[in-house]
């Protein structure tokens, strides 16, 4: 407890630092050249990291940019104005992507929220600088993110209603999350009973509500097709891929590692999907992954990619 209430302490204390930072840094303009230059190096080498070491990424992102534009300033204005001059095209490409995004995630009833923004100017630059390339050849101007609930989260009812309201769905790993997501009002086709060790009493329930389910053996498989032949009814399923990536968490919430006990290992798969194919009762609909929680490297998510874009080839 002792520990706990430290470390939340400090928690606190970092992000009034890095607030005084942003603040320190947006009215920098205001001091000599070379304070300006040591106070922006101070903030790239250490509060950036810090910001991302505690999730912040917006923090980090404001920091990086403001150091940048006062430790390369020919630089930085000259990528401002090559990045504002495809301003107009860039935002309405963004909506374009978005709308698809939107619409294929509507097709298969996945409720999420999709969101697009332009990447931050600094990590532009330093793509460009690590890699020795021009801004033309820079193709991944914008990122875009797309957003599920977990339930396991948050469980307040209160909560999954707001969610539900706004059409979300929700990835559920227990039958008393899938029972509070149904009384929150979300519908069984936006809901993904999800988990490593469900039991027959947790399958029926799935058949029963009519809710996708998320397969990690071929001996679930079997036992689900027989769950719905009993009742009479097709089921959805799709298959979690073990991708067997080393990451750079903890061990104990690493859940895409060889030895972990989620999913199927991805050399497995094309054989398990030709399985659920052959079964009366299930319907394979699709494949997923999670690699662990705390990963704040892109370069893991790159390699999960990869891996699953080799299972659907």
Excluded: W
Excluded at 82 to 104: L, W
């Amino acid at each position: 407890m002792l520990r706990s209430l430290v470390g939340s302490e400090m928690c606190i204390r970092d992000r009034v630092r890095l607030a005084d930072r942003i603040h320190n840094m947006r009215t920098l303009q205001y001091h000599p050249k070379e304070k300006r230059i040591y106070i922006a190096r101070e903030t790239m080498d250490i509060y950036a990291p810090l910001a991302n070491r505690l999730g912040i990424n917006s923090m980090r992102m404001e920091l990086e940019d403001l150091a940048f534009q006062y430790i390369a300033p020919d630089a930085y204005n000259d990528l401002t104005a090559k990045i504002v001059k495809s301003n107009e095209a860039r935002n309405r490409y963004t909506e374009e992507v978005k709308n698809i995004i939107q619409q294929e995630m509507e097709k298969y009833s996945v409720a999420c929220k999709v969101e697009g923004r332009d990447k931050h100017l600094y990590s532009i630059y330093k793509k460009m600088h690590e890699q020795h390339i021009n801004i033309d050849d820079v193709y991944d101007l914008i990122a875009f993110r797309i957003i599920l609930y977990a339930a396991k989260a948050n469980g307040n009812l209160n909560i999954i209603k707001i969610l539900a309201q706004e059409g979300a769905g929700a990835d559920v790993f227990s039958s008393g999350e899938l029972h509070m997501a149904l009384l929150a009002g979300m519908k069984p086709e936006h809901l993904l009973f999800n988990g490593s060790s469900k039991t027959e009493a947790d399958h029926r329930l799935a058949v029963e509500k009519g809710v996708r389910v998320s397969l990690d053996s071929l001996d679930e498989l079997a036992q689900l097709d027989r769950i719905a032949g009993e009742a009479g009814k097709v089921v959805e399923v799709s298959f979690r891929v073990n991708p067997a990536i080393d990451v750079p968490t903890h061990p104990k919430i690493a859940t895409g590692l060889a030895t972990s006990k989620f999913g199927i290992p991805a050399a497995e798969i094309t054989d398990e999907y030709a399985a659920a194919l052959a079964c009366t009762n299930v319907v394979p609909v699709g494949i997923h992954c999670h690699i662990g929680s705390q990963i704040r490297d892109v370069e893991p998510f790159a390699k999960e990619a990869q891996v699953m874009m080799e299972v659907v080839e």
